[in-house]
């Protein structure tokens, strides 16, 4: 794939590129991904091809995603591959899942059948949060997303109520995705290796997730857990008092024991 004549890439900083080298690693996670011939996968941040090529011997075609100039243009050698050269953030995945050929009824591992787009990658863990709050405005036009995350990212994403790790992100991605953590990757599995660890994540949208305004939904848990140590009374209590909430809403807990159910109902009511 790549010219005898060029030199090594090395990792740039600024791009948090952290490369995957651990073969065994690499087998583990196309094996969770479980890809299959004709299926429309996405690869953000595809950096040396690590993951890239067993996935495309699988795949057949493959898109990938990459910012950093000098290896896209390694990747456009490859012929299987449509290299995308773009900020993830600016890329349409809803227009990308159209072209693929349909949407997806969050059928999960194995791409529901052919439909919807499956969307893979080692996320740069300096914007991790922002790219999965961006794919979800295309939530229901993916089949299934497997992103290697920073581990403390993923423990958050999965977190039940009620522990130290259950959060806005956890309210906001659980309300759209079933979600679970599928396999643990050490530091030394990289090169150059990160300071942390990190795992990888199953995330298959909800086929019918609950209607609800997404803004007023984020705004109503941020409030909720901006101070998460008191009750609720001294933040949503507050900020429902000044939109004349007049429900029921339990406000002698803290934001943490509040399931992401009893959140979304919230928003439905105050909406209605």
Request: aromatic fraction near 6%; include cysteine.
């Amino acid at each position: 794939m790549s010219s005898p004549h060029r030199a090594p890439h090395r990792a740039r900083k600024r791009f948090g590129q952290h490369f995957l080298s651990d073969q065994g690693i690499i087998e583990a996670i196309v094996q969770e991904i479980a890809p299959a011939p004709g299926q429309h996968m996405v690869e953000i941040g595809p950096g040396l091809a690590a993951l890239t090529q067993p996935l495309v011997e699988r795949l057949g075609r493959l898109t990938v995603i990459e910012l950093d100039r000098d290896l896209a243009a390694r990747l456009r050698e490859h012929p299987q591959l449509e290299v995308i050269e773009s900020d993830v953030l600016k890329v349409d995945f809803r227009a990308l899942a159209q072209r693929a050929g349909g949407t997806s009824t969050g059928g999960g591992r194995g791409g529901a059948g052919g439909q919807g787009l499956r969307v893979v990658g080692n996320l740069p863990y300096n914007i991790s949060t922002p790219i999965l709050f961006h794919l979800l405005n295309a939530a229901d036009a993916i089949a299934d997303q497997h992103f290697m995350l920073q581990k403390e990212v993923i423990d958050r994403m999965v977190a039940a109520p009620c522990c130290a790790d259950y959060g806005r992100l956890s309210v906001m991605l659980q309300w759209r995705y079933a979600m679970e953590s599928v396999l643990f990757v050490p530091p030394e599995s990289f090169e150059p290796p990160p300071r942390v660890d990190s795992a990888v994540v199953r995330m298959v949208p909800h086929a019918q997730p609950a209607p609800v305004d997404f803004s007023l939904l984020e705004t109503l848990v941020q409030v909720a857990f901006s101070q998460r140590r008191k009750l609720l009374r001294h933040s949503l209590g507050r900020w429902l008092e000044e939109r004349r909430y007049g429900g029921n809403f339990a406000l002698q807990r803290r934001a943490e024991e509040v399931p992401v159910g009893e959140y979304v109902a919230l928003a439905q009511e105050l909406r209605a």
